[in-house]
């Protein structure tokens, strides 16, 4: 596991890499970022879920002057999804630097809005060479600026019939650029293109990672109408502390944290659509224990740092087996056992077969009715998150907020115990508060003083 501390990456930039949970590189992140930030072309063979995004951003982002309201890099994608993708995770990689302003230009949306974006100035453009050719032809969109040129799936573009408005668009950037195509796979069209456009491209390809045998898998199968209950059934049978349960739609996350919530468990959705801060809020408290399901979307778990995950739950299974991998790899870390479980219904069969493929070995199928409750009363997570009114802007640190919950000082003193992860964000601090006196803590924090001064805290 290498660090990116090893990168010549910016200070502010590797705090808020830590901040995201961004522990150590993925092996292709390793392999290519050196390379990148050293200003080479790249050819890099990696397949979706590998963390290909940061290996492109990261590089773009350092050579990016935010003072020059000009468009210094692109990304092309296939699909206006991937493109959705794709810039909310530049934004969060970004959020170290100044006011960075990501625009996404795809097709399907009217043009209007995309002109008045680029016309107050973008730095960086995301979206579909259809759309992008469109923009460069009535002179909306200029690139005269342009230090890097992304190819995101480069071979599913091919595919998809994209190959000369790939090389159209490639035309218009400034010869003097960098240039990085990512790929899953090395058709000949990659080789065609990095011919017409790529100066002496480094090849980088990394192999996919295996199933890891610490990880109990069991399938079930389901229909349409009993796959929530299903998800509940094993929330009641096994009583985890934290599960994280994937689904394939933003709007299937939701539905089932509503489903959650209706059946008494402590749930939250994560997804595209969440702006920073309900994003921060979020994955804090699921972090700090306060939260029992986290319900998510592949892209916005990513980067997600939770040590102790008792159990993923595959509520879709997704039709991309090395993304399951990743999936069930959240759970079983650090030497522990870890049980992935995946719900099927008959039309995702062709999916299963692929993961058993890929995997090399058969899947293991139970039954629902198995699942029987265990234990009395709702699954309550153990502790409650206490939310503060300020931080990284107002200089308050970790230790500050412990110091003011174990002193003397405004009420009773509380042992470490009863306190536990402490995550403080740009205005504001999470801190995960044993539940049996959350409510003493918060009047404690709003009573007493944290680093000199009066501090506004609530219950999440």
Sequence with gaps: M???STLPLAPATLANLQQLGFDAMTPIQAAS?????A???LIAQAKTGSGK????ALPLLAKLNPRWFAVQAMVLCPTRELADQVTVEI????RAQDNIKVVTLCGGVATRGQRASLENGAHIVVGTPGRIMDLLEREYLTLEGLNTLVLDEADRMLDMGFFEDIVTVARQCPKERQTLLFSATYPEGIEKLAKQFMQDPQQIKVEAPVADNTIEQRFFEVDRESRFSA???ILNHFRPISTIAFCNTKQQCNELV????ADGFVAQALHGDLDQRERDQVLAQFANRSCSVLVATDVASRGLDV???DIVINVDITPDPEVHVHRIGRTGRAGEKGLALSLASMREMGAVGKIEQYQNAPSVWHKLDELTPNGTGRLLPPMVTVQIAGGRKEKIRPGDVLGALTNDEGGPAFTREQIGKIQVTEFCTFVGVARDVAQAACNKLNAGRVKGKSVRARLL
Excluded: I, N, Y
Excluded at 53 to 56: I, K, R, S, Y
Excluded at 91 to 94: I, K, P, S, T
Excluded at 258 to 261: G, I, N, Q, Y
């Design 91 to 94: 934004r969060r990689l970004a």
């Design 39 to 41: 200003g080479k072309d």
């Design 2 to 4: 290498t660090a990116f």
């Design 231 to 233: 998800v509940s059934s």
């Design 53 to 56: 995004t940061a290996a492109f």
């Design 307 to 309: 040590k102790e995950l």
């Design 33 to 37: 970022l050196p390379v990148a930030l």
């Design 258 to 261: 509503d489903t959650l919530v």
